[in-house]
């Protein structure tokens, strides 16, 4: 069998030899949710003790509520809550609605949980009736709509219920959990100028204590930030805005406790403080925003550093503190792209970028070939060693490698799911979707398994044997609107290749095969069997699935050993001294044998000859040869006795010429022994002047202290007569 895949393939998802071991994306268990109405807006948490929590808002009085529910009714002909906890063997542990009275409304925003398992369910409610305990001014239900946060135990026991609210729209945009516990929570509001303005419970320690109420009426207009603790008390709130909208589109929490905001805004007179970012490229309309969870201070507001019409749809904050975001372009040719970006064309493009801790841009990695409309970045994830990445694709642009789970969209609108590693090498992806519509929603990892969750129109959806749910409910848009939720997972394994022979020698055919046995292989794009030949040093891609649908990828640099370098050369030494001859070995050099019996890379000699060497490995053995001449080294010279510094560049300096000289050193006296002369570093010799002026004809003494190349010193006296 021989593997055929496009150019076009490969240029996209090239997975083959990026990283060693991968895992790969199997899926694991998928299920749908919901009843005989209209489900929509699902979220997923994934708690450190391993427990899955699944929210939904929904219209079906028959949703998957338990008998031992804390709210076994919906009470509502509207929309209500829905909360699941799901064990390990993916049964549902609990499930209760989450509802008012019989005018109330909930739509589902969040849901988080903490250390102990405690769960949050937070979204933005209507109406009254829902169980809502209030402490002053926070708490208190003022307007149409209001943030809500109903806590819950691991047991679904309910624990308290609490509201945001002003007396217009108070909407619930996105949370976080810190790692003290404490929700930080952030939304817009709309409100009405028909009505006197009745605001939020302001915190003393905000930011900004007043609202812009000057911007276009039932239209969101100012944001607020907030956070509470894990009993439910008001930490901190605040407005934040300018003179148009703002929403907060995300919100990331890094190791220390500094919390992040993504903000999109239309305000021209946001205030900038501590901008933290490289000055360049800037969108006033998407800002970040740091808080200090110590002491609620903010860090900075800043505009951030990407092209003006470019939209952010994530931010988020990895484990070593750097910052990623996720965003849509027109135009990728206005970034510096790093080299495994995937680009097939067209200037529109999905966006991933990454900053170092200090919030210095390292790098951008661009996936294009399609246009502005037809993908859609929805959501990033990180984990410690990749980048989990969601996307929303409706005309079917995209694609994965040969082997994905799903290779194709299967209908209009399909989820697609990229693992990448930090230094953007793609670990996999794969689309998940039916025949219809499939609205991808979230994506969250937990040890090796990828959790997606989403809407979907697809009555043939994946469906396991043990899903919460086997059937789909003909809903109200003439076809089944379902929670779908999906898990991927294949275990990480340590794939060794074997050779047929220890001594890969340069020229022999060895063997190449794989430590356990898959069900297929594909070496080096081509070959489909269990084993593969090679004869000289080659770069080893494999890809191998196992039994389970679970492919892995394997590349590996073979190098075979060549004959090592052996140049022969002569060489000299000074009599009365010594050399040292040195072999430089390279890589394909493991022994060597000098014909004095040395095993050394360097040998001493002071006698002349021949001095031969073996080099050699398990595999070639060489010889070379250094022939070793000895020269006289003692220094020869003449001194001079007369001299005629006249000018006439013959014989107008004083010197001592010979070979072999080292250094000299030259004092000149006259006839009453004062010095009139002193060589300085680097002069020949005397000219035959005493400062600035020529001397006269007469006998004068000279001091000379040589040196020659083997370090021996000479002294001598005498007398030079200057002549004119």
């Not at 807006?41 to 003790?49: C, E, G, M, W, Y």
């Not at 006259?670 to 005397?686: H, S, Y």
């Amino acid at each position: 069998m021989k593997l055929v895949i496009s150019a076009k393939l490969t240029a996209l998802i090239l997975f083959i030899g990026m990283v060693f071991p991968i895992m790969a994306q199997q899926l694991l268990w998928s299920t749908v949710t919901g009843g005989s109405g209209i489900e929509s807006f699902p979220d997923i948490s994934l708690s450190k003790k391993g427990s899955l929590f699944i929210a939904y808002t929904t219209s079906s009085v028959d949703s998957i509520v338990t008998v031992d529910a804390a709210f076994p009714q919906k009470k509502t002909p509207f929309s209500a809550g829905v909360l699941a906890k799901l064990n390990a063997d993916k049964k549902v542990a609990w499930a209760t609605y989450f509802t008012g009275d019989s005018l109330s409304n909930f739509n589902v925003v969040k849901v988080l949980s903490d250390q102990q398992d405690g769960v949050y369910l937070l979204g933005t409610s209507q109406g009254t009736g829902f169980p809502i305990s209030n402490d002053g001014n926070w708490g208190v239900l003022k307007g149409r709509a209001e943030t809500c946060i109903a806590k819950f135990d691991t047991n679904g026991i309910f624990l308290w219920a609490k509201c945001l609210s002003s007396n217009g729209f108070d909407l619930l945009y996105n949370a976080q959990i810190d790692n003290a516990g404490d929700i930080w929570f952030a939304g817009s509001i709309e409100y009405s100028t028909s009505v006197p303005f009745v605001g939020l419970p302001i915190t003393a320690n905000a930011y900004q204590a007043l609202p812009n109420l000057n911007n276009v009426p039932n239209a969101p207009d100012e944001m607020f930030l907030a956070c509470i603790s894990k009993d439910g008390a008001l930490l901190y709130c605040s407005y934040f805005g300018g003179d148009g909208f703002e929403e907060p589109r995300d919100i990331s929490i890094d190791s220390k406790n500094t919390v992040y905001f993504l903000v999109a805004t239309s305000s021209n007179n946001i205030d900038i403080k501590n901008n933290p970012f490289e000055l360049g490229k800037r969108n006033d309309n998407f800002y970040a925003i740091s808080i200090n969870k110590a002491d609620f201070k903010l860090n900075f507001v800043a505009p951030l550093p990407i092209e003006a019409n470019d939209v952010i749809t994530s931010l988020k904050i990895d484990n070593n503190s750097k910052m990623h975001f996720l965003l849509r372009t027109d135009d990728i040719t206005k970034y510096t792209l790093n080299k495994n970006s995937i680009l097939l064309g067209g200037k529109a493009g999905v966006l991933l970028q990454s900053y170092s801790t200090s919030f210095k841009l390292e790098d951008t990695w661009a996936l294009s070939g399609f246009a502005r409309n037809e993908v859609f970045p929805l959501e990033l994830e990180t984990n410690d060693s990749s980048l989990m990445v969601l996307l929303s694709d409706n005309k079917n642009k995209l694609q994965t490698n040969p082997f994905s789970f799903q290779r194709l969209n299967n209908g209009l609108i399909d989820a697609f799911i990229l693992s990448i590693n930090y230094d953007f090498t793609i670990k996999w992806a794969t689309f998940l979707g039916k025949s219809n519509n499939d609205f991808p929603r979230a994506i969250k990892q937990q040890g090796e398994t990828i959790w997606v969750t989403g809407n979907t129109y697809s009555e043939d959806f994946y469906l396991s044997n043990n899903a919460i749910k086997r059937n789909f409910n003909n809903g109200q848009n003439n076809g089944s609107n379902e929670v779908f939720l999906s898990a991927f997972n294949c275990a990480s394994r340590q794939i060794m290749i074997n050779k047929s022979d220890d001594k890969l020698c340069f020229g022999n055919l060895v063997t190449l095969s794989v430590s356990q046995p898959f069900a297929f292989y594909n070496w080096n794009n081509a070959i489909n069997s269990d084993t593969f030949s090679i004869s000289s040093d080659s770069m080893i891609s494999l890809q191998v699935i196992d039994s389970f649908g679970c492919i892995y990828f394997l590349k590996e640099k073979v190098a075979f050993l060549q004959p090592p370098i052996a140049i022969s050369y002569d060489t000299t030494f000074c009599n009365k001294r010594n050399v040292v001859l040195t072999y430089l070995p390279n890589d394909n050099t493991t022994n060597i044998i000098w014909n004095t019996g040395s095993r050394s890379n360097s040998i001493q000699v002071n006698n002349a000859g021949k001095y031969k060497a073996l080099v050699f490995n398990p595999c070639f053995t060489d010889s070379f040869e250094i022939n070793v001449a000895e020269i006289d080294c003692n220094g020869k010279y003449f001194v001079p006795n007369a001299f005629t510094p006249n000018g006439d560049e013959v014989n107008d300096l004083f010197e001592i010429k010979g070979i072999n000289i080292q250094s000299r050193t030259m004092q000149i006296y006259n006839r009453w022994g004062e010095l009139i002369f002193t060589a300085n570093p680097g002069e020949m010799g005397w000219n035959g002047f005493f400062g600035n002026k020529p001397v006269q004809s007469d006998i004068y003494i000279y001091v000379l202290q040589i040196t020659d190349t083997l370090g021996e010193q000479s002294y001598l006296k005498g007398t030079v007569q200057v002549l004119k």
